[in-house]
C-alpha cells in the first residue's frame, strides 16, 4: 500500500499512483531519469510530457516531479488523470438520511453509484463528497445505474467494515418496486429461485439450469395499472440483475429496461425513459448502536425523465 497522498481530492476522487521497481527487481540497467520511467509506464494513458511540464506529477513530500530527476527504486509518485466530459444527469440526489457514520440518498435513474467508466463526474460518490464535504463517502453496497432508489453510503473508511458486513451477511431487508406487465395467469406470489452467473464483456446475466440456485427473490403483485402493474420485490440474495432476470424468466419483464429481454442502443446522454425499478425501502439493525432503521425512497412508480436541477 502506499503511503498518504500528498495531493487532495480533486472533483471527489483521490489522485492516482505509480510507484517504481524495488531494488533488485528493476532492469539490470535502469531508467535513466524518474522522466524515462514515467513515460514508459504511463505514455499509453496520459501526456507524461505535459504532465512534467505542468508539475502534475509529485513525490510523496508534495515537490513536483522533474524530468531530469535521477531515477530511483521503491519511489511513489501520485498525479491527476484528466477526466473525459460527460452529460449532466438530470435529477435531484436526495439525502433521506445522514449521521456521523451513514448517509442514505435516494438516486436518480442514470447516475451511477461509484465513479467507473464512462461515469465518473456523475457519479454520486464524486457528486456527494465535495457537496457534504465527505472525502470518503462511499457506497456500502451495490445499485444499478440505470435503477433510481435507495442506497446507503459510509461516511468515513473506519464504518465501512461494521456495515458491509451485515449485506455480506444478509440481514439488510430490502423492498424494490417494478412496473411490469399485467399476466392475470400469474399466480402470484412466487418465489423464483434459480442459478445465475455474469460473464466479463456481457451486458446480459446468464441463467444456469444446472446448478444449484444462487438467486432468490419473492415477487407480489401489488397495484393493477391499466395493462400494467407494480410489483413488490423482495431479493433474499444479492446477484447482478436478479430481479430483472426474476422477471423476465416469468414473462413479465420491467418497463424500459435497456437491457432485457434484448439489449437496446440507447445513447449514453438519453434519460428519458428510466428503468421502471425503484429500490423503494430498506431496514437493518445498525451494527454499532443497535437501533432499527428503516428509509423509504420519495419516489414513486411511474418513473419519467426528471429535469435538470434547477429548472423550471
Known amino acids: 500500500m502506499p503511503p498518504p497522498s500528498p495531493l487532495p481530492q480533486r472533483h471527489g476522487l483521490d489522485a492516482a499512483w ?27 494513458f496520459v501526456d507524461v510530457t505535459g504532465f512534467l511540464a505542468g508539475e502534475r506529477f509529485a513525490y510523496h513530500s508534495g515537490t513536483p516531479v522533474v524530468d531530469g530527476d535521477p531515477y530511483a527504486p521503491h519511489t511513489f509518485v501520485w498525479f491527476h488523470r484528466d477526466l473525459a466530459d460527460e452529460a449532466f444527469v438530470p435529477g435531484i440526489v436526495h439525502i433521506v438520511h445522514q449521521d456521523a457514520r451513514i448517509v442514505v440518498i435516494d438516486k436518480p435513474a442514470f447516475l451511477s453509484s461509484i465513479p467507473r467508466g464512462r461515469h465518473v463526474l456523475q457519479s454520486v460518490v464524486v457528486r456527494l463528497r465535495a457537496e ?61 429461485r434459480n442459478h445465475l452467473t455474469t460473464r466479463r464483456g456481457q451486458w446480459q446475466a446468464e441463467l444456469v439450469a444446472d446448478l444449484p440456485p444462487n438467486a432468490e427473490s419473492l ?10 402493474a407494480v410489483y413488490r420485490l423482495t431479493p433474499r440474495t444479492g446477484r447482478t440483475h436478479q430481479l430483472r432476470m426474476h422477471m423476465l424468466g416469468l414473462g413479465i419483464p420491467i418497463i424500459d429496461d435497456p437491457v432485457y429481454p434484448v439489449v437496446q442502443d440507447v445513447e449514453i446522454d438519453d434519460f428519458t425513459r428510466p428503468l421502471q425499478l425503484l429500490a423503494s425501502e430498506v431496514r437493518f439493525t445498525d451494527p454499532v448502536d443497535g437501533q432499527l432503521r428503516e428509509f423509504e425512497s420519495v419516489r414513486t412508480l ?11
Open 219 to 228: 415477487i407480489e403483485l401489488e397495484t393493477v395499472v391499466e395493462d400494467a
Open 132 to 192: 457534504l464535504g465527505l472525502p470518503e463517502l462511499s457506497p456500502l453496497h451495490r445499485l444499478d445505474r440505470v435503477t433510481s432508489g435507495l442506497l446507503i453510503l459510509a461516511t468515513e473508511r473506519r464504518w465501512r467494515g461494521a456495515y458491509q458486513s451485515m449485506f455480506q451477511r444478509g440481514e439488510v431487508g430490502k423492498t424494490y418496486r417494478a412496473l411490469a406487465p399485467l399476466r392475470p395467469d400469474l399466480d402470484l406470489p412466487v418465489t423464483v
Open 18 to 44: 505509480v510507484c517504481t521497481p524495488e531494488r533488485g527487481s528493476a532492469p539490470a540497467h535502469p531508467w535513466p531519469s524518474m522522466g524515462a520511467w514515467l513515460n514508459e509506464r504511463l505514455s499509453e
Open 302 to 312: 411511474p418513473l419519467h425523465g426528471e429535469p435538470p436541477v434547477g429548472s423550471a
